[in-house]
């Protein structure tokens, strides 16, 4: 893992002004915070500079990738703190650039992450960027959910599948409907708006108990988040 040394001091004093990302990874359950906050410094130049060159996100600035992405990802610790401790597999739906499957698997160790997007070039800079920050609990796989969850190999492997601004839950449900174990659960990224919007389409769905976390504004003005939950009942 990338140490505090490893970075420029320029870029180390380059921080958000008046947010103290460390602390709310503490808060987040992260045991090693600085040294965590450290290596998201690491994960952000890497993603800026592999940018120039393969065009990944539009959220390169150190305010858009820590409110918009960094933190965004780590919230679901907050509400579900068993993710700090506890060994679960994760799979992470259209992992896109690597958030939340890249923060969480920097975050928690003992997580194993299966990071899954269908656009190659997404999943080659995933991979890179683990290899960059020493993560060997994180496994990215170019695919499409619709067609692993076909396969044996995948399927009651998952004690969590997420994803984060994907599409809407019932269509990242049934594409990765079997991924689940027997008392696994989905746990979705979602504003209010979303979620109200798919509660009707959720609630037609039969072997599925679906419920909402309270809603919560996240840090930097970056939008109001909720968890949009689905178990077996």
């Given at each position: 893992m990338f140490l505090l040394k490893n970075l420029p001091k320029k870029k180390l004093k380059k921080m958000i002004d008046g947010f103290d990302f460390a602390a709310y990874a503490g808060e987040c359950g992260v045991a090693e915070p600085l040294k965590f906050r450290n290596n998201c410094e690491v994960l952000r130049?890497?993603?800026?500079?592999?940018?120039?060159?393969?065009?990944?996100?539009?959220?390169?600035?150190?305010?858009?990738?820590y409110f918009k992405h960094a933190v965004d990802s780590l919230s679901i610790a907050r509400i579900f703190p068993e993710l700090t401790a506890a060994k679960l597999s994760v799979a992470d739906i259209g992992?896109?650039?690597?958030?939340?499957?890249?923060?969480?698997?920097?975050?928690?160790?003992?997580?194993?992450?299966?990071?899954?997007d269908s656009i190659g070039k997404k999943i080659t800079f995933?991979?890179?960027?683990?290899?960059?920050?020493?993560?060997?609990?994180?496994?990215?796989?170019?695919?499409?959910?619709?067609?692993?969850?076909?396969?044996?190999?995948?399927?009651?492997?998952?004690?969590?599948?997420?994803?984060?601004?994907?599409?809407?839950s019932p269509k990242i449900y049934h594409e990765a409907k079997c991924f689940i174990k027997k008392d696994g659960r989905f746990i979705f990224y979602k504003t209010p708006q979303q979620a109200a919007e798919e509660a009707p389409l959720l609630a037609n769905i039969k072997?599925?108990?679906?419920?909402?976390?309270?809603?919560?504004?996240?840090?930097g003005n970056a939008g109001e988040r909720l968890f949009t939950v689905g178990k077996k009942p």
């Open positions: 130049l890497f993603l800026e500079e592999y940018n120039q060159h393969v065009n990944l996100t539009r959220l390169t600035s150190p305010e858009d990738f992992c896109g650039a690597g958030f939340p499957s890249l923060i969480l698997a920097m975050a928690f160790p003992q997580l194993q992450i299966t990071a899954i995933v991979k890179a960027a683990a290899e960059k920050l020493g993560l060997t609990n994180l496994t990215a796989i170019h695919g499409r959910s619709i067609e692993m969850n076909c396969k044996k190999e995948y399927q009651n492997r998952f004690d969590i599948v997420t994803a984060r601004a994907v599409a809407p072997g599925i108990s679906w419920s909402n976390t309270s809603s919560f504004e996240l840090p």
